[in-house]
C-alpha cells in the first residue's frame, strides 16, 4: 500500500498523464501554474506572454510525459521545459515586437517601460534570482570602458537625459549616444545565457 505522498507527487502524477490521465494533469497545472507563471514572467516581464507560454509549457509536459524518467525532481524537468519555452519565444520575436509597439504607445511617460509592467505576486526564489543577475550586471558593467560605464550608470541607474550625461561628461550628444549603444551592445553579449 503507497502512502498518500506518494500516490500524489509530482513524479507519479507525470507518469499519469504520460498514460493520459486528465484528473492528474489538472493537479499538475494547480500545483504549477503560479510558479510558472512568475518565472515566465521573470523571463519576459510581459504578462500576457507570461500566461501564453507557461500554458504552452504545460502543454508540452502534456505532449512529452512519457520521456520523463525520473532522474531529476520533476519540477527540475517542468522548469527547464518552461524556460526553453521562454527562449523559444523570445527567439521567434513576437515579445520584441510587442514592447516596441506598447513602447511607442507610452512615449509621452517619463516611466520607463519595464517599471509600467505590472508584477506578479512575491517568490522568495526571485528574490535570490534577482540578486545573482544585479551581481552579474554590475561584474558586466564594471568592465566595460570608463566612459561606456559612466553613460551606463548616468542614463540607466540616475535617469539623466542624453543632453545632461553629455554635460556631465564633456561630450557632444551623438558620442554619448554611441557610447550607450557600444556599452548595451556589450552587455548583452556578456550577459547572454
Known sequence: MTDDREATSDETLCRRIAARDDAAFDVLVARHQARAYRLAW??????EDARDVSQEAFIRVWQAAHRFR????????????????CLDYKRRGRWWRRVIARDAEHQADDEPLIARQPAPGPDPGDDVIAAQTMERLWR????????????????????????????VLGLAEPTVRVHLHRAVAALRKELAP
Not at 521573470?42 to 504578462?47: H, T
Not at 558586466?140 to 554635460?167: F, N, T
Open 42 to 47: 521573470s523571463l519576459l516581464r510581459n504578462a
Open 70 to 85: 525520473g532522474d531529476a525532481r520533476f519540477s527540475t524537468w517542468f522548469y527547464r521545459i518552461l524556460v526553453n519555452a
Open 140 to 167: 558586466a558593467v564594471h568592465r566595460l570602458s570608463p566612459q561606456q560605464r559612466a553613460a551606463v550608470i548616468l542614463y540607466g541607474q540616475e535617469h539623466l537625459s542624453m543632453a545632461e550625461i553629455a554635460d
